[in-house]
T-cell receptor, first 115, second 114 residues
Framework: EDKVVQSPLSLVVHEGDTVTLNCSYE??????LLWYKQEKKAPTFLFMLTSSGIEKKSGRLSSILDKKELFSILNITATQTGDSAVYLC???????????????FGKGTKLSVIP | DTGVSQDPRHKITKRGQNVTFRCDPISEHNRLYWYRQTLGQGPEFLTYFQNEAQLEKSRLLSDRFSAERPKGSFSTLEIQRTEQGDSAMYLC???WGQGIGELFFGSGTQLSVL
């Protein structure tokens, strides 16, 4: 059974701080790892990572994958109050029968940015 | 609004009643997913449709749950004889193309079973 573990589960920082969120995973056949941001209801897509060592970047957010050690990190620099949200990590399996169409999510990291 | 829409936003019901939720995906998306999320947990997969065909259903899904996607457009999720343990946020998502990849989620239906 695929498994995703995120740490920390919650984090409180001050505006301007840099944060690193962690995601480790176990998956039988790996296709990709995805990060989502969930502010109130609907998770919104941030990154999809398929290859080790290649950083994906969008503004102040960046993410990298290590397929050998089975983990990913999400970095947020110069945090703002608008970054307050739950950050979800998920793994996508390679297609091979049952379970092929489901993402397995971690519990998420709740980030609170204080002014 | 061209995003994924779900109706209703909130549903309060008594134990034993049946409930039905609706999801309208982004129009050009052929893939539709239902997930369930409880407080402090990540979304948990329920079922998947490619066009009108239901191709996968979670083995954890009780037979009280049924989903349809007639004509490959909107989808409904019905829960029969609701139980308090069914209380959760029910999220619908859609995507297109190869792989699951980037899912576009709706805002969910929050179900409370009293």
């Amino acid at each position: 059974e695929d498994k995703v573990v995120q740490s920390p589960l919650s984090l409180v920082v001050h505006e301007g701080d840099t944060v690193t969120l962690n995601c480790s995973y176990e998956v039988t056949n790996f296709r990709s790892l995805l990060w989502y941001k969930q502010e109130k209801k609907a998770p919104t897509f941030l990154f999809m990572l398929t290859s080790s060592g290649i950083e994906k970047k969008s503004g102040r957010l960046s993410s990298i994958l290590d397929k050998k050690e089975l983990f990913s990190i999400l970095n947020i620099t110069a945090t703002q109050t608008g970054d307050s949200a739950v950050y979800l990590c998920a793994v996508e399996p390679a297609y091979s029968g049952a379970g092929s169409y489901q993402l397995t999510f971690g519990k998420g990291t709740k980030l609170s940015v204080i002014p | 609004d061209t995003g994924v829409s779900q109706d209703p936003r909130h549903k309060i019901t008594k134990r034993g009643q049946n409930v039905t939720f609706r999801c309208d995906p982004i129009s050009e998306h052929n893939r539709l997913y239902w997930y369930r999320q409880t407080l402090g947990q990540g979304p948990e997969f329920l079922t998947y449709f490619q066009n009108e065909a239901q191709l996968e259903k979670s083995r954890l899904l009780s037979d009280r749950f049924s989903a349809e996607r007639p004509k490959g457009s909107f989808s409904t999720l019905e829960i029969q004889r609701t139980e308090q343990g069914d209380s959760a946020m029910y999220l619908c998502a859609s995507s297109w193309g190869q792989g699951i990849g980037e899912l576009f989620f709706g805002s969910g239906t929050q179900l409370s079973v009293l």
